[in-house]
């Protein structure tokens, strides 16, 4: 059993950055890791993930190059670093657990085990 909780939400300006940090009740080393994140009135869509192994990392297009995912399975912790927001970045942002193997990244939602409550963020223009 895990337990995950979001921190580091917040409201920031366009441009602005936020560190979102996943902390686990339990190992997260027998997971994969990922970022989800709902808008009003849109369905929750996969961020960012990494796997178990910590060598594969996956991304959704619109965050490439702006969103770094990170573990760090000594502390059980999954962070995402966000850089450069932007107004459609505002949503609510999950933190997710799957027991997927050694090196699948998490690419759905019916592939995570866990989940925390959510934190949210919100990018003003």
């Known amino acids: 059993q895990v337990q995950l909780v979001e921190s580091g939400g917040g409201y920031v300006q366009a441009g602005g950055s936020l560190r979102l940090s996943c902390a686990a009740s339990g190992i997260i080393s027998s997971y994969a890791m990922a970022w989800f994140r709902q808008a009003p009135g849109k369905a929750r869509e996969v961020v960012a993930s990494?796997?178990?192994?910590?060598?594969?990392?996956y991304y959704t297009d619109s965050v490439k190059g702006r969103f770094t995912i990170s573990r760090d399975n000594g502390q059980n912790t999954v962070d995402l670093q966000m850089l450069d927001l932007k107004p459609e970045d505002t949503a609510i942002y999950y933190c997710a657990a799957g027991r997927i193997g050694w090196f699948p990244v998490i690419d759905a939602e019916n592939e995570c085990d866990y989940w925390g409550q959510g934190t949210q963020v919100t990018v003003s223009s």
């Open positions: 990494v796997a178990r192994s910590g060598s594969r990392t």
